[in-house]
C-alpha cells in the first residue's frame, strides 16, 4: 500500500532562518507531487506540483522553493523565512491519469514563525 | 486565489439529520470535481468525485450533485453523524498538461450536534 510521509510535524523558525521541509511518498512510482499551505481557518493554496524528477511549477511567487531530487521525494525551501510563512503546509501525491482524482495528503507540517 | 474573507462558512446541524454542502466552482472546463474532508489538524482525505459529464454520483452516505448551467456543486451527507463534524472543501481538477492539480474552494466547516 502507499503511504506519504512528512517531516517534521511541527517547527518553530524565527524570522530570517532557513527551511527544508521533506517529503516521500512509499508504494508508488512516478506520481505527481505536490505542496500546499493552509493559514488557519482557511483554503488550501497550491504553492508547487511536479510532474517527474527535477521538473517543478511555482503556482505563486513567494520566497519559497521546491526540489525534487528523486522520484518519490519532494522538499519544500527558504533561505530566508517570513512572518507571512507561518501556516499549515502539506504534501501530496496522486498517480497520473484522467480517472485518478484522488489526491493523497501527508499528515503535515505546522510551521509558526516568530 | 485566496478568499479574502476570515472565516470559513458554518454548516450547524443535528445528529442524524441530512447536511447539504454547496460549492461554486469557477472554470467550466474542469473534467472532475473532487469534494473532501479534513478533520482538525490532518490533511484532507477524499470522499467522492464527479466527472464533468455526470449530474449526480453516491457513495457510501454521500452524493454529489453537479450543475453545471451554474457553475454548483454540492455535497449532501445522510444521517450525518458526529464523526461527520470537519471541514469540507470542493476541488476542481486541471488537466495533465497541468499537473493535473486540484484548486480548492475555501471550505465549508460542518458541526454535527448530538
Known amino acids: 500500500s502507499q503511504t506519504i510521509h512528512q517531516w517534521p510535524a511541527t517547527l518553530v523558525q524565527p524570522v530570517g532562518s532557513p527551511l527544508s521541509l521533506e517529503c516521500t511518498v512509499e508504494?508508488?512510482?512516478?506520481?505527481?507531487l505536490y505542496w500546499y499551505r493552509q493559514a488557519a481557518g482557511r483554503g488550501l493554496q497550491l504553492l508547487f506540483y511536479s510532474v517527474g524528477i527535477g521538473q517543478i511549477s511555482s503556482e505563486v511567487p513567494q520566497n519559497l522553493s521546491a526540489s525534487r531530487p528523486q522520484d518519490r521525494q519532494f522538499i519544500l525551501s527558504s533561505k530566508k523565512l517570513l512572518l507571512s510563512d507561518s501556516g499549515f503546509y502539506l504534501c501530496?501525491?496522486?498517480?497520473?491519469?484522467?480517472?485518478?482524482?484522488?489526491?493523497?495528503f501527508g499528515p503535515g507540517t505546522r510551521l509558526t514563525v516568530l | 486565489g485566496e478568499s479574502v474573507g476570515l472565516h470559513l462558512p458554518t454548516l450547524s446541524v443535528q445528529e442524524g439529520d441530512n447536511s447539504i454542502i454547496n460549492c461554486a466552482y469557477s472554470?467550466?472546463?474542469?473534467?472532475?470535481f473532487i469534494w473532501y474532508k479534513q478533520e482538525s489538524g490532518k490533511g484532507p482525505q477524499f470522499i467522492i468525485d464527479?466527472?464533468?459529464?455526470?449530474d449526480k454520483r453516491q457513495g457510501q452516505r454521500v452524493t454529489v450533485l453537479l450543475n453545471k448551467t451554474v457553475k454548483h456543486l454540492s455535497l449532501q451527507i445522510a444521517a450525518t453523524q458526529p464523526g461527520d463534524s470537519a471541514v469540507y472543501f470542493c476541488a476542481e481538477k486541471g488537466g495533465e498538461t497541468s499537473g493535473s492539480r486540484l484548486t480548492f474552494g475555501e471550505g465549508t466547516q460542518l458541526t454535527v450536534n448530538p
Open positions: 472554470n467550466s472546463a474542469s473534467d472532475y
Open positions: 464527479i466527472r464533468s459529464n455526470m
Open positions: 501530496a501525491w496522486t498517480k497520473k491519469g484522467l480517472a485518478d482524482n484522488e489526491q493523497f
Open positions: 508504494g508508488t512510482s512516478n506520481p505527481n
